[in-house]
């Protein structure tokens, strides 16, 4: 029991299930329950497990420190283990991928780029930030047929990631002071805050250009409320409800995207 607690803690449940989630909603919106729906699902559900392995093996001197109880600090699992288990992982998702479009076998092999560069590079928290949202972003073109529409869609749900994840590391900022790593600068508070309000105009640009009706404005009210929440939150140093207010507003632009396209 304690191992299969400690394999649901490497794979991220969480985060692993919004990828998954984005993944699922836009590829049955195209595709229905079909084969091809399935492989696309089941290669971003490989992938994302293959990468936060990898990324735990590979930060598991830092987590000795900052989060003993996680699989590698706890003693369930060894680093060896968990880089096979990523590297079993991600060789299901390329096998998953391979199956699928050219299109989407070229845009997975992108984000899966993405995600190594965002593990194993030293890196500005803003430009980790940007890996990672356009990491999100790309699995609309890889989902979906590529339009303004869906493009515009992909900006919609990506663009909060940016401010999150500077969020992130303000938040583990003396974490990453213990283990040596250079923490984010105090300014960038205000980039992330700042980031947070621009999305709450970006959400509002669709029915602004006459893409959708009004129920997507009443669809994307909790997205609206959540970025001006956060704003709010991260300009005054108040971090504790970013994952739920990020969580909320995810949802409610995947609902607006889905109903309205």
Not at 50 to 70: E, Q, T
């Amino acid at each position: 029991m304690d191992r299969l607690k400690a394999l649901l803690t490497l794979i991220r449940v969480r985060h692993t299930g919004q990828v998954v989630g984005i993944v699922t909603v836009l590829s049955v919106k195209r595709h229905g329950f079909s084969v091809q729906s399935l492989l696309a699902i089941t290669a971003f559900l490989f992938l994302s497990i293959a990468l936060f392995s990898l990324d735990d093996a590979h930060d598991s001197v830092g987590d000795r420190l900052i989060h003993p109880k996680r699989p590698i600090p706890s003693g369930a699992f060894t680093i060896k283990q968990v880089y096979l288990i990523g590297t079993l992982f991600l060789c299901l998702g390329l096998a998953s991928a391979s199956s699928l479009s050219f299109q989407q076998f070229v845009a997975f092999l992108v984000v899966a780029i993405l995600g190594f560069a965002v593990i194993f590079l030293k890196i500005t928290s803003i430009l980790r930030a940007i890996l990672t949202a356009s990491m999100i972003f790309l699995l609309f073109p890889f989902s979906m047929a590529v339009s303004f529409k869906s493009l515009l869609f992909g900006l919609i749900v990506a663009l909060p990631h940016v401010a999150g994840s500077i969020t992130k590391d303000i938040i583990h900022r003396e974490g990453d002071e213990r283990v040596g790593l250079q923490p984010p600068a105090y300014w960038t508070r205000y980039v992330a805050s700042g980031l947070f309000f621009l999305c709450g105009g970006v959400v509002l640009l669709p029915f602004v250009l006459k893409l959708v009706s009004w129920l997507y404005v009443l669809l994307i009210v909790p997205t609206f409320v959540s970025c001006l929440v956060l704003g709010y939150n991260v300009l005054n140093r108040q971090y504790p409800k970013v994952y739920i207010y990020g969580g909320i507003g995810m949802l409610s632009a995947l609902v607006a995207f889905s109903i309205n396209s």
